[in-house]
């Protein structure tokens, strides 16, 4: 495991996307892990600039997600489905049948089989985390345990007053979702995961100082073989070590 701190955000996510770059450009048929939310914003746009001056082509990527809300439609701005339209695909080469998004839209258990089945024959190259200010990773909520794969969840209200600033209330803000486990992550052969901002230094001090919990749903990256976590000065803050 290794810790990168960085000056800020622009930084963090420069690093990011060279690694993706990397992957993506040595890699027959890459597979990228990807996330949602306010911290990989800045990769999505540097592909999106990078693919636009004619650098890096993804017509022969692949991408799995990690989690989607359940109770609003793909054409919600708040969908992730939506979202990663928004941010991402629609600017690159990336070919739609290639593109793996979880979905709520039939009976749950057998799309957390059918995602789960994706996952098994789409062995994920490098998967991109975010963490929730309660640890969370994709949406594992505390009490998540280790050898979880593809579920549906229900939220915890952490994350959902957190989610809350995307939405016109907490109300609106949905009550479940369907998330890749955290043993599914844990396949991934390598992981970058982003935290920025004093609102993640809790969370940053328990992963990297602290012990393994299922209290703690991203502890569980201190045993991967590859995984290397990108933080700001502001969610480093807590560190023993610098
Ligand atoms: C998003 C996801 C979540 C977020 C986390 C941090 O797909 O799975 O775990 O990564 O909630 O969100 P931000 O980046 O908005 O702070």
Known sequence: MGVLIVDNYEQGCRIAFERIKQVVTQRERPVLGLA????????????????QQGHCSYSHVTTCNLDEYCGIDHHHLQSYHYF??????????ILPKNIYIPTCENILEQECKKYNDLLLQNPIDLQILGIGSNGHIGFNEPGTPFDSTVHYVKLDEKTRMDNSRFFKSLEEVPKYAITMGIANIMQAKSIILLAFGFQKAVAIKGLVDGRQTIELPASVLSSHPDATFIVDKQAACLLLHK
């Open 36 to 51: 949602t939310g306010s911290s990989p914003i800045g990769i999505y746009n540097l592909m999106v600039q990078d693919y």
């Open 84 to 93: 990663m339209q928004h941010y991402l695909f629609r600017w690159i080469d």
